[in-house]
């Protein structure tokens, strides 16, 4: 069974800083490349920031230079820091992946397993 479970959102201050998990299991790690989403209310979810199998990372405009993405393949896990955080980042923060390690997607539907999500919030 394939399963991803996100976790380390919480509350934190303007200018504060996180780092989400992205545990998986149930497929081979290195196959996939980890995609970041993010969904605030009464917004579709976006792409925030993804990782091939070899490493190649992609960012979304708005969290470039703020927000950074790593995996560990052995671990089988995926990681976002985020850093400099404002109240735009407000979100769910989904972790996905995509049964193709070479390509960074940035479209929802090249996802094929999503975790359950994890809350963000940034008070100003």
């Known amino acids: 069974e394939v399963q991803l479970v996100e976790s380390g959102g919480g509350l934190v201050q303007a200018g504060g800083s996180l780092r989400l998990s992205c545990a998986v299991s149930g497929f081979t790690f290195d196959d996939y490349a980890i995609g970041w989403f993010r969904q605030a209310p009464g917004k579709e979810r976006e792409f925030v920031a993804a990782?091939?199998?070899?490493?190649?990372?992609a960012y979304a405009d708005s969290v470039e230079d703020r927000f950074t993405i790593s995996r560990h393949n052995t671990k089988h896990t995926a990681w976002l820091q985020m850093t400099n955080l404002n109240p735009e980042d407000t979100a769910i923060y989904y972790c996905?992946?995509?049964?193709?390690?070479?390509?960074?997607?940035?479209?929802?539907?090249?996802?094929?397993?999503w975790g359950q999500g994890t809350q963000v919030t940034v008070s100003s």
């Open positions: 990782i091939s199998g070899s490493g190649n990372t």
């Open positions: 996905a992946v995509e049964n193709y390690a070479a390509r960074i997607s940035y479209s929802v539907g090249r996802y094929d397993y």
